[in-house]
C-alpha cells in the first residue's frame, strides 16, 4: 500500500510539472503567433501606394516590382510555411516532446526574425525613394535660386576675377548641363540616380561660390600686395648694404626671384580655379617673405646689440686682465707666508688658459667685425658667448681672490682661537688646585699631557714659514678636542672626589652593623687613596645600595646643596 501511494503521488508530481512545462511552452508559442500576425498585417501595400504617386517608369518601376515580388513571397510563402511550423510545434508540445518542440520554437523564432528584417528593409528603400523624390523637388528649387544668383554675380562683377571668369562660367555651364540630366532623369522615374545629382550639383554650386570669393582677394594679393612687399624687402636690402652691412648669406636677390616665379605659378592656379594649389602655394609665399624680413630685421637688431657692448665688452675684459695681474702678484706675495696646495695652482693656470682663450677669440672677433665679411647675427651670438665666459671668468677670480684671502682669517681666527685654549687649560688646572684634590689619576695625568702636546703643536705650526693652513687646521681641530674632553673630564673628577668622600662617610653608620659593608667601604679608601675616585665610588655606592637602596641619590642630592 505504501508504494503504491508513492507512485500516486510521482506521478502527480509529474502531471504538475508536465503542466507548469507546457503553459511556459505555449507561451512563447502565443508571441511567435502574435508575431506572426504582426508580420502579415503590416501595411506594406499602403506605403507601396505611395510609390504609384511617382512616374512608374525606369529605376521606379523596377523598384516597385521587385518589392510586391518580395512582398507576395512572404504573404503566400513565408508566413504560411511558419504557419504549418507552429502547427508542429503544438503537437510536440501536446506529446511532451519538449526537446523537439524547443528546436521547432528555435528556428520559427529565426525565420521571423529573417522576415522581418527583410520587411524593414523593403519599408526602408520606400522610404528612401519617396522621400528622395520630396527632397529632390525642395532642393532643386534652392539650387537653381543659387545657380541664378552666381550666375548674376559672376557677370556683374567679371572684371573682379580676371582670366579665371572663363573656368567660372564653364563650372556654370556643366552645372546648367546636371539640371537637365537631372530633369531626364526625374521624367524617367530614376529618383534615386537625381538624388545623386542633386548633392553633385549642391556640391559643385558650394565650390563655385567659394572660389568666387576667394579669387578678387588672392588676385589683389598676387598682382599687388605680395609684390610691394617683395619691392619693400629689396629697397631694405640695398639700403642696408650701401650702410655697410654685410647680407651675402641671406642671397636676397636670387630669393626673391625664385619667389616671383612662384608666384606666377600661383596666378595661374587661381585662373585655373585650383585654389586648394594656389591657397596653400601663396601661404608659403607669405611664410618666406616673413623669413626674409626676419633676417633682415636680426641683423639690425645684431648691429645694435654689438654697438652698444662693443666699448663695455672691451673694459670688461681690460678689468679681468687687470685682475689676473693683481691674482698673479698676490699669489706670489702669499706664496712666501702660507703654502699653497696644487689645488690652488690648477686654478691659477685654468684661469690663465681661460683668460688667454677668450682674450684670442675676442682678439678675432674684432677682426671679423673690421673685415665686415661675416653676418652680424654669427657676430653678435659670438659677443654674447664671449661676454658669458669673461663673466665666469670674473666669478671664478673673485673666488680664487677670496680664498686667497681666507689663508690669513684662518690664520688670525687659528691665533685667537689658541689663545682661547690656552686660556680655558689655565682655568681647569686652576680649578683643580682650588679643589684640594689628594692627588691626580695617572689617566687624567695623561690626558693632561696630551693637552699641551696638542697646543705646542699648532704653535709649532703658526710658527712654520711659508704657513700650511690646512695642516695647522688639522691640528687646531685636535687641540679644540683634546681641551675641551681635559676640561670636562676634570669636572668629572672633582664631582667623584667629593661624592666619594661622601659615601664614605655617609657608610661609616653600617660598619659595625653589616661587615660586607665595612669590607666595601675598606676597599673603597683604598682605591681613594691611590687617585682612583671613580672606582672609589663605584664601590662605596655598591656596599651601601645592597642595605640603603637610593642611598646614592640622597648623597648627590646633599652634595649639591
Given at each position: 500500500m505504501k508504494y503504491f501511494i508513492g507512485f500516486i503521488i510521482l506521478l502527480l508530481a509529474l502531471f504538475v510539472l508536465g503542466y507548469f512545462i507546457k503553459k511556459k511552452y505555449f507561451k512563447e508559442m502565443d508571441r511567435l503567433e502574435a508575431w506572426k500576425i504582426d508580420l502579415f498585417n503590416r501595411p506594406i501595400m499602403d506605403e507601396m501606394s505611395k510609390v504609384k504617386q511617382l512616374n512608374m517608369t525606369g529605376q521606379t518601376e523596377e523598384l516597385f516590382e521587385g518589392w510586391r515580388n518580395q512582398w507576395d513571397d512572404i504573404v503566400t510563402v513565408k508566413l504560411p510555411d511558419l504557419e504549418e511550423m507552429l502547427f508542429d510545434a503544438e503537437e510536440y508540445i501536446d506529446r511532451y516532446r519538449f526537446n523537439k518542440a524547443k528546436g521547432v520554437q528555435q528556428e520559427i523564432n529565426h525565420k521571423l526574425q529573417s522576415t522581418e528584417n527583410e520587411i524593414n528593409k523593403i519599408v526602408e528603400e520606400l522610404h528612401e525613394l519617396v522621400g528622395s523624390e520630396e527632397k529632390n523637388r525642395t532642393e532643386i528649387e534652392q539650387l537653381k535660386e543659387l545657380y541664378r544668383e552666381t550666375k548674376k554675380t559672376l557677370l556683374a562683377h567679371r572684371h573682379s576675377f580676371g582670366k579665371s571668369e572663363k573656368y567660372l562660367e564653364a563650372e556654370l555651364d556643366d552645372v546648367t548641363k546636371k539640371?537637365?540630366?537631372?530633369?531626364e532623369k526625374t521624367e524617367n522615374g530614376n529618383y534615386l540616380e537625381a538624388r545623386e545629382l542633386v548633392l553633385s550639383i549642391h556640391e559643385q554650386l558650394a565650390n563655385v561660390k567659394k572660389n568666387m570669393e576667394l579669387i578678387p582677394q588672392l588676385l589683389i594679393e598676387c598682382h599687388s600686395l605680395i609684390p610691394s612687399q617683395l619691392t619693400d624687402i629689396l629697397e631694405g636690402y640695398r639700403e642696408m648694404t650701401e650702410k655697410g652691412y654685410?647680407?651675402?648669406?641671406?642671397?636676397?636677390?636670387?630669393?626673391i626671384d625664385s619667389l616671383?616665379?612662384?608666384?606666377?605659378?600661383?596666378?595661374?592656379?587661381?585662373?585655373?580655379?585650383?585654389?586648394?594649389?594656389?591657397l596653400e602655394g601663396i601661404s608659403e609665399v607669405k611664410e618666406r617673405i616673413d623669413i626674409l624680413f626676419d633676417l633682415l630685421e636680426k641683423e639690425v637688431n645684431a648691429k645694435h646689440f654689438i654697438v652698444q657692448n662693443q666699448k663695455g665688452m672691451s673694459g670688461l675684459l681690460s678689468t679681468v686682465l687687470e685682475e689676473h695681474d693683481h691674482l698673479s702678484n698676490e699669489v706670489k706675495h702669499v706664496q712666501e707666508s702660507y703654502h699653497l696646495t696644487d689645488g690652488d695652482f690648477d686654478i691659477q693656470r685654468h684661469l690663465e688658459k681661460q683668460l688667454a682663450s677668450v682674450t684670442k677669440h675676442y682678439e678675432i672677433l674684432m677682426e671679423k667685425l673690421n673685415m665686415n665679411e661675416t653676418a652680424l647675427t654669427i657676430l653678435c651670438e659670438e659677443m654674447k658667448e664671449i661676454k658669458?665666459?669673461?663673466?665666469?671668468?670674473?666669478d671664478e677670480q673673485e673666488n680664487f681672490g677670496l680664498k686667497l684671502q681666507a689663508l690669513r682669517k684662518d690664520e688670525f681666527e687659528a691665533r685667537e682661537t689658541l689663545k682661547d685654549l690656552t686660556k680655558k687649560v689655565g682655568e681647569t688646572i686652576r680649578l683643580v688646585s682650588k679643589s684640594n684634590i689628594p692627588g691626580l689619576p695617572e689617566d687624567y695625568q695623561y690626558l693632561y699631557e696630551d693637552t699641551n702636546e696638542s697646543i705646542q703643536n699648532v704653535r709649532q705650526q703658526l710658527q712654520e714659514k711659508p704657513l700650511n693652513v690646512s695642516a695647522l687646521n688639522q691640528y687646531l681641530e685636535i687641540a679644540v678636542l683634546t681641551v675641551d674632553k681635559l676640561s670636562n673630564t676634570t669636572f668629572e673628577l672633582i664631582e667623584n672626589v667629593v661624592l666619594a668622600e661622601?659615601?664614605?662617610?655617609?657608610?661609616?653608620?653600617?660598619?659595625s652593623q653589616y661587615p660586607s659593608v665595612a669590607k666595601?667601604?675598606?676597599?673603597?679608601?683604598?682605591a681613594f687613596r691611590?687617585?682612583?675616585?671613580?672606582?672609589?665610588?663605584?664601590?662605596a655606592a655598591a656596599s651601601l645600595e645592597s642595605i640603603d637602596p637610593g642611598a646614592l641619590k640622597k648623597i648627590k642630592a646633599t652634595a649639591g646643596k
Amino acid at each position: 500500500m505504501k508504494y503504491f501511494i508513492g507512485f500516486i503521488i510521482l506521478l502527480l508530481a509529474l502531471f504538475v510539472l508536465g503542466y507548469f512545462i507546457k503553459k511556459k511552452y505555449f507561451k512563447e508559442m502565443d508571441r511567435l503567433e502574435a508575431w506572426k500576425i504582426d508580420l502579415f498585417n503590416r501595411p506594406i501595400m499602403d506605403e507601396m501606394s505611395k510609390v504609384k504617386q511617382l512616374n512608374m517608369t525606369g529605376q521606379t518601376e523596377e523598384l516597385f516590382e521587385g518589392w510586391r515580388n518580395q512582398w507576395d513571397d512572404i504573404v503566400t510563402v513565408k508566413l504560411p510555411d511558419l504557419e504549418e511550423m507552429l502547427f508542429d510545434a503544438e503537437e510536440y508540445i501536446d506529446r511532451y516532446r519538449f526537446n523537439k518542440a524547443k528546436g521547432v520554437q528555435q528556428e520559427i523564432n529565426h525565420k521571423l526574425q529573417s522576415t522581418e528584417n527583410e520587411i524593414n528593409k523593403i519599408v526602408e528603400e520606400l522610404h528612401e525613394l519617396v522621400g528622395s523624390e520630396e527632397k529632390n523637388r525642395t532642393e532643386i528649387e534652392q539650387l537653381k535660386e543659387l545657380y541664378r544668383e552666381t550666375k548674376k554675380t559672376l557677370l556683374a562683377h567679371r572684371h573682379s576675377f580676371g582670366k579665371s571668369e572663363k573656368y567660372l562660367e564653364a563650372e556654370l555651364d556643366d552645372v546648367t548641363k546636371k539640371f537637365h540630366e537631372f530633369d531626364e532623369k526625374t521624367e524617367n522615374g530614376n529618383y534615386l540616380e537625381a538624388r545623386e545629382l542633386v548633392l553633385s550639383i549642391h556640391e559643385q554650386l558650394a565650390n563655385v561660390k567659394k572660389n568666387m570669393e576667394l579669387i578678387p582677394q588672392l588676385l589683389i594679393e598676387c598682382h599687388s600686395l605680395i609684390p610691394s612687399q617683395l619691392t619693400d624687402i629689396l629697397e631694405g636690402y640695398r639700403e642696408m648694404t650701401e650702410k655697410g652691412y654685410y647680407l651675402g648669406h641671406i642671397q636676397l636677390e636670387t630669393e626673391i626671384d625664385s619667389l616671383n616665379e612662384k608666384l606666377a605659378e600661383y596666378l595661374v592656379f587661381i585662373e585655373e580655379t585650383k585654389i586648394d594649389n594656389a591657397l596653400e602655394g601663396i601661404s608659403e609665399v607669405k611664410e618666406r617673405i616673413d623669413i626674409l624680413f626676419d633676417l633682415l630685421e636680426k641683423e639690425v637688431n645684431a648691429k645694435h646689440f654689438i654697438v652698444q657692448n662693443q666699448k663695455g665688452m672691451s673694459g670688461l675684459l681690460s678689468t679681468v686682465l687687470e685682475e689676473h695681474d693683481h691674482l698673479s702678484n698676490e699669489v706670489k706675495h702669499v706664496q712666501e707666508s702660507y703654502h699653497l696646495t696644487d689645488g690652488d695652482f690648477d686654478i691659477q693656470r685654468h684661469l690663465e688658459k681661460q683668460l688667454a682663450s677668450v682674450t684670442k677669440h675676442y682678439e678675432i672677433l674684432m677682426e671679423k667685425l673690421n673685415m665686415n665679411e661675416t653676418a652680424l647675427t654669427i657676430l653678435c651670438e659670438e659677443m654674447k658667448e664671449i661676454k658669458i665666459q669673461i663673466e665666469l671668468i670674473q666669478d671664478e677670480q673673485e673666488n680664487f681672490g677670496l680664498k686667497l684671502q681666507a689663508l690669513r682669517k684662518d690664520e688670525f681666527e687659528a691665533r685667537e682661537t689658541l689663545k682661547d685654549l690656552t686660556k680655558k687649560v689655565g682655568e681647569t688646572i686652576r680649578l683643580v688646585s682650588k679643589s684640594n684634590i689628594p692627588g691626580l689619576p695617572e689617566d687624567y695625568q695623561y690626558l693632561y699631557e696630551d693637552t699641551n702636546e696638542s697646543i705646542q703643536n699648532v704653535r709649532q705650526q703658526l710658527q712654520e714659514k711659508p704657513l700650511n693652513v690646512s695642516a695647522l687646521n688639522q691640528y687646531l681641530e685636535i687641540a679644540v678636542l683634546t681641551v675641551d674632553k681635559l676640561s670636562n673630564t676634570t669636572f668629572e673628577l672633582i664631582e667623584n672626589v667629593v661624592l666619594a668622600e661622601k659615601a664614605i662617610q655617609y657608610g661609616n653608620r653600617y660598619r659595625s652593623q653589616y661587615p660586607s659593608v665595612a669590607k666595601g667601604l675598606n676597599d673603597a679608601e683604598q682605591a681613594f687613596r691611590q687617585f682612583e675616585y671613580q672606582e672609589a665610588l663605584e664601590q662605596a655606592a655598591a656596599s651601601l645600595e645592597s642595605i640603603d637602596p637610593g642611598a646614592l641619590k640622597k648623597i648627590k642630592a646633599t652634595a649639591g646643596k
